[in-house]
């Protein structure tokens, strides 16, 4: 399959509500699987990624009912936990083989987690350091890579732990870790990376202690979460609108979380008219109606090493958005990037260069050169943020964008063509490739 992104033929119009947050989906489903008792989810991503989660939740022994538009978690208890018979098979999620690793590396039994090829690239080292200094025991593939074969340890120790690098995925793992080890288990970072996991825990009746921190033997208990939109999955159509002429949109109940708003303080900066609508909190998230309205061309900017974590998923379409806008665009301090589902810095500079936009890439960042988008044939190497971030680019370019390696779309976003047809743009799939 490819997707053929053709410019747009008239302003981008209306109003949509972008799907669940993924992030927070796959918190919820095991912070739900790992509590006593019966959790209540609203507004949770139907996605390729999150029935993966849901699946080995399943497998470990939790239950699920819909109800109501809400999807209803039997948990089983920290203790509860039961061996799979398979393998867990994450598909395309590394949050969700880092988080369940730092689940399962404390259990009675033996685990193992696999994924689909782009998954198995994916580097695990990041993880499985700290847990061992835990007491965890985890083999690996040849490079620190999965599948990861899991001899489960109940007796693992707390640790303070230094991370090298602002990441939520390692940050999380040895929450969960911690929450059975003994003692205090703390994580500091060298900049502050998303942070669902620590305002999730207390809805589940787990208090953080000494910042980032929780005590061994804290038990979770059924809680009711409610999911905002994914301001990852929004950003693609905040770019689209500030791109397009006359254009005008209004996307509901997006999550505002200061660790992830990074693309909306960015996009301003940018030239972008960008106004948060309706502000409010629930579940301990913020949220809001994001409306974006094109307000001519954006120029370029120079994106700080310091903002890079609070908008590490949106820099895909960011660089899209410099590819159009007046200017040199400057990012560094984003090497996380090569590590994603794709080498993303090189995927968007060859699909950049192809489409005619000047750019040098750097090993932490890249520096382009706004201009005219041309058409033709770029590839999104399997990466969802990547194909998606081509799509958006054709409805400006001078002729149609074809994109190859798509198919991926569907592990966070499955209703994205969809929904940028329905406001307007001029996107479709087609067979080939």
Avoid: W
């Avoid at 083989?97 to 685990?111: C, I, P």
């Avoid at 974006?292 to 954006?298: E, F, N, P, T, V």
């Avoid at 310091?306 to 806008?325: G, K, Q, T, Y």
């Amino acid at each position: 399959m490819i997707l053929r992104s053709e410019p747009a033929a008239a302003p981008l119009r209306g109003e949509l509500t972008p799907p669940g947050d993924k992030s927070i989906s796959h918190r919820a489903l095991i912070m739900g699987c790992l509590a006593v008792g019966e959790s209540r989810i609203r507004g949770l991503l139907d996605s390729e990624d999150i029935r993966a989660t849901a699946n080995a939740c399943r497998q470990l022994g939790m239950t699920t009912r819909q109800e109501n538009g809400e999807l209803i978690l039997q948990g089983v208890g920290g203790a509860g936990l039961r061996a799979s018979r398979a393998p867990l098979d994450m598909g395309n999620s590394g949050t969700a083989m880092r988080l369940l690793t730092g689940v399962l590396a404390a259990q009675d039994f033996d685990s193992e987690l696999t994924g689909d090829v782009s998954l198995s690239r994916r580097p695990m080292r990041r993880i499985v350091r700290p847990l061992e200094l835990m007491g965890a025991r985890i083999d690996t593939a040849e490079g620190g890579t999965p599948p990861l074969r899991i001899k489960g340890n109940p007796h693992l120790r707390g640790i303070e732990y230094d991370s090298p690098v602002a990441s939520a995925q390692v940050k999380s793992c040895l929450l969960l870790a911690g929450l059975y080890a003994s003692g205090h288990t703390k994580v500091r970072e060298p900049l502050k990376s998303r942070d669902h996991t620590e305002r999730m825990l207390p809805a589940f009746g787990v208090s953080l202690h000494g910042g980032c921190g929780v005590r061994g033997g804290s038990r979770l208990t059924g809680g009711d979460i409610r999911v905002p939109a994914d301001i990852s999955s929004a950003a693609f159509f905040l770019a689209a609108a500030a791109l397009v002429p006359e254009s005008d949109l209004l996307l509901r109940n997006v999550g505002l979380n200061e660790t992830r708003d990074g693309v909306v303080h960015v996009m301003r900066a940018m030239g972008a008219d960008l106004t948060v609508d309706n502000p409010r909190r629930f579940g301990g998230e913020d949220v809001g109606d994001l409306r974006i309205r094109h307000a001519g061309r954006l120029k370029g900017v120079e994106i700080a090493p310091e903002r890079v974590p609070s908008m590490i998923d949106e820099l895909p379409v960011i660089l899209a958005l410099a590819a159009a806008a007046e200017g040199v665009t400057r990012i560094r301090g984003a090497a996380e990037l090569r590590v994603k589902e794709s080498d993303r810095l090189a995927v968007m500079g060859q699909g950049l260069k192809t489409l005619g936009v000047g750019l040098r890439e750097y090993e932490d960042g890249m520096d382009v050169e706004g201009g005219t988008i041309g058409a033709g044939h770029v590839d999104g190497a399997g990466d969802h943020r990547c194909a998606m971030s081509f799509g958006i680019l054709g409805q400006v370019a001078q002729g149609p964008v074809s994109i190859a390696g798509v198919e991926n779309i569907d592990t966070s976003y499955p209703g994205f063509v969809a929904d940028l047809g329905a406001v307007g743009g001029r996107i479709a799939a087609e067979a080939g490739g």
